[in-house]
């Protein structure tokens, strides 16, 4: 009988495989879609495709053979992931399953340099112009861009922030043009539409993740430069000092989830506003062994004070994401009664 997944459409062969995997690991993927991708696959879902079950069984080989390909190409690049799998199947069915593999993430700029370390993307932007770092940054994921922004110059810093966050559409023709120049080492794949990756939301996302030397030095150049720019990103961000306005009900919170010794550390050299917000909402008991550790602390690296304020602005951001805590930005919207 003839392979009938061959006359498949991709959303029907998702559709195949959904009804295999059961309703439970059904529902594990499809937490992981888009709306719009969830709304097309349930109509996929209710109308399945007719097939048999020499059909079904080919589209599960087919899944398992892309999946056991991207496993590859994680690992060792689309070099690899293609020597291996001629190696087990052929020359012709491996150029078949790694063409299906890359026409799937098609659309996805820079999707090689999203898997790249960020070390070694930074030996490939370093030189670059701060436009081309700026555009890059924009399109892969924040923890990976704040680390290459992280170890870049702080000139440089402060400008590809600046850059990204001035960024508006993007022509396909200047994107394919960076993916030219770094095609070596990240992929060639290209959206056919404008996108507006930059923007001062990312900026703030990038800041965020950084250390705070890198934040301050990069805050520091923009309020000298671009001051308007500077107060709008501060406007959106949330730093350490920014929680002695909250209301005491959510410091309380907050200081649930963070350690004694990172509160310590992070009072060190803090303002009186910042500590007074922090041992008042403590108990008498906890608030006087800080203040004895305080005391007793000795001098220490500025370095170590900023690490442990970061991990308690992690806490902060992470409450607020889970919506048990609320942060009054400006505005009426953002009134807290």
């Not at 990240?186 to 800041?207: H, K, Q, W």
């Given at each position: 009988?003839?392979?009938?997944s061959?006359?498949?459409?991709?959303?029907?062969?998702?559709?195949?495989?959904?009804?295999?995997?059961?309703?439970?690991?059904?529902?594990?993927?499809?937490?992981?879609?888009?709306?719009?991708?969830?709304?097309?696959?349930?109509?996929?879902?209710?109308?399945?495709?007719?097939?048999?079950?020499?059909?079904?069984?080919?589209?599960?080989?087919?899944?398992?053979?892309?999946?056991?390909?991207?496993?590859?190409?994680?690992?060792?690049?689309?070099?690899?992931?293609?020597?291996?799998?001629?190696?087990?199947?052929?020359?012709?069915?491996?150029?078949?399953?790694?063409?299906?593999?890359?026409s799937?993430i098609?659309?996805?700029?820079?999707?090689?340099?999203?898997?790249?370390?960020?070390?070694?993307?930074l030996?490939?932007?370093?030189?670059?112009?701060?436009?081309?770092?700026?555009?890059?940054?924009?399109?892969?994921a924040?923890?990976?861009?704040?680390?290459?922004?992280k170890?870049?110059?702080?000139?440089?810093?402060?400008?590809?922030?600046?850059?990204?966050?001035?960024?508006?559409?993007?022509?396909?023709?200047?994107?394919?043009e960076v993916?030219?120049?770094?095609?070596t080492?990240?992929?060639?794949?290209?959206?056919?539409?404008?996108?507006?990756?930059?923007?001062?939301?990312?900026?703030?996302?990038?800041?965020?993740?950084?250390?705070?030397?890198?934040?301050?030095?990069?805050?520091?150049?923009?309020?000298q430069n671009?001051?308007?720019l500077?107060?709008?990103?501060?406007?959106?961000?949330?730093?350490?000092?920014?929680?002695?306005?909250?209301?005491d009900?959510?410091?309380?919170?907050?200081?649930?989830?963070?350690?004694?010794?990172d509160m310590?550390?992070?009072?060190?050299?803090?303002?009186?506003?910042i500590?007074?917000k922090?041992?008042?909402?403590?108990?008498?008991?906890?608030?006087?062994?800080?203040?004895?550790?305080?005391?007793?602390l000795g001098?220490?690296?500025?370095?170590?004070?900023?690490?442990?304020?970061?991990?308690?602005?992690?806490?902060?951001?992470?409450?607020?994401?889970?919506?048990?805590?609320?942060?009054?930005r400006?505005?009426?919207?953002?009134?807290?009664?």
């Open positions: 009988m003839a392979d009938t061959l006359v498949l459409t991709g959303r029907q062969k998702a559709a195949v495989l959904l009804l295999g995997l059961g309703p439970e690991l059904a529902a594990q993927v499809l937490k992981h879609m888009s709306d719009a991708e969830i709304e097309e696959l349930t109509l996929a879902v209710a109308s399945p495709p007719p097939i048999d079950r020499e059909g079904r069984d080919a589209v599960f080989r087919e899944f398992a053979q892309l999946l056991e390909a991207h496993t590859y190409v994680a690992s060792g690049g689309l070099h690899y992931a293609q020597d291996v799998l001629e190696r087990a199947l052929g020359t012709s069915r491996a150029l078949e399953i790694i063409h299906r593999l890359t799937a098609q659309g996805r700029p820079f999707e090689v340099a999203r898997r790249a370390d960020p070390l070694q993307l030996t490939f932007l370093q030189g670059e112009h701060p436009q081309t770092i700026a555009l890059v940054l924009s399109y892969i924040p923890d990976q861009a704040s680390q290459v922004l170890a870049l110059p702080p000139d440089v810093q402060a400008n590809v922030a600046q850059r990204i966050a001035r960024m508006d559409r993007t022509s396909p023709d200047v994107v394919r993916e030219r120049v770094l095609e080492k990240i992929a060639s794949l290209m959206t056919a539409d404008f996108s507006t990756p930059g923007g001062i939301d990312v900026v703030v996302n990038l800041l965020n993740r950084v250390d705070r030397g890198t934040e301050k030095a990069i805050m520091g150049h923009l309020e671009s001051p308007d500077a107060e709008e990103i501060k406007r959106r961000m949330f730093l350490f000092e920014d929680i002695a306005r909250l209301d009900r959510f410091v309380q919170r907050i200081l649930r989830d963070v350690d004694n010794h310590t550390l992070a009072l060190k050299g803090a303002s009186d506003a500590q007074q922090f041992l008042s909402n403590v108990s008498s008991r906890v608030a006087e062994q800080v203040r004895e550790d305080l005391q007793y001098p220490v690296r500025l370095r170590d004070v900023e690490e442990a304020q970061r991990r308690i602005v992690a806490v902060v951001r992470q409450l607020e994401e889970a919506g048990e805590i609320i942060i009054a400006g505005g009426e919207d953002d009134v807290v009664v």
